[in-house]
Nanobody
Framework: EAQLVESGGGLVQAAGSLRLSCSAS????????ICWFRQAPGKEREGVSC????????DYTASVKGRFTIYRDNTKNTVSLQMDHLKPEDRAVYYC??????????????????????WGQGTQVTVSS
């Protein structure tokens, strides 16, 4: 059974850092892009960052560029999202998702248009001002 499990969420003060992790099992990890989405209360889900299966391509939504970094370790079937300089508006439930998204789509910034096959249960990130 395919599974994604997020961890690392919590409460942090503004300007602080958190590192989220997404651990995968039950599918061929290298074949899938792993992307991070978030959903804040009362708002639609938005794409945050995406990394290709090879780990060679990555993209970020504009609001997190320069603050968030996605890392991928195909030997451990994990993807991490390092979040620095957090802002109160980063508060949301963060989800990782696996999808058959080509690297060119990630490079072009259109990875949010794809369907994702597997989703994690989400991890809460709260940033206090």
């Amino acid at each position: 059974e395919a599974q994604l499990v997020e961890s690392g969420g919590g409460l942090v003060q503004a300007a602080g850092s958190l590192r989220l992790s997404c651990s995968a099992s039950g599918f061929t990890f290298d074949d899938y892009a792993i992307c991070w989405f978030r959903q804040a209360p009362g708002k639609e889900r938005e794409g945050v960052s995406c990394g290709s299966g090879s780990g060679n391509s990555a993209d970020y939504t504009a609001s997190v560029k320069g603050r968030f970094t996605i890392y991928r370790d195909n030997t451990k079937n994990t993807v991490s999202l390092q979040m620095d300089h957090l802002k109160p508006e980063d508060r949301a439930v963060y989800y990782c998702a696996a999808g058959d998204v080509p690297a060119r789509a990630i490079h072009a910034g259109i990875w949010t248009r794809y369907e994702y096959d597997y989703w994690g249960q989400g991890t809460q990130v709260t940033v206090s001002s």
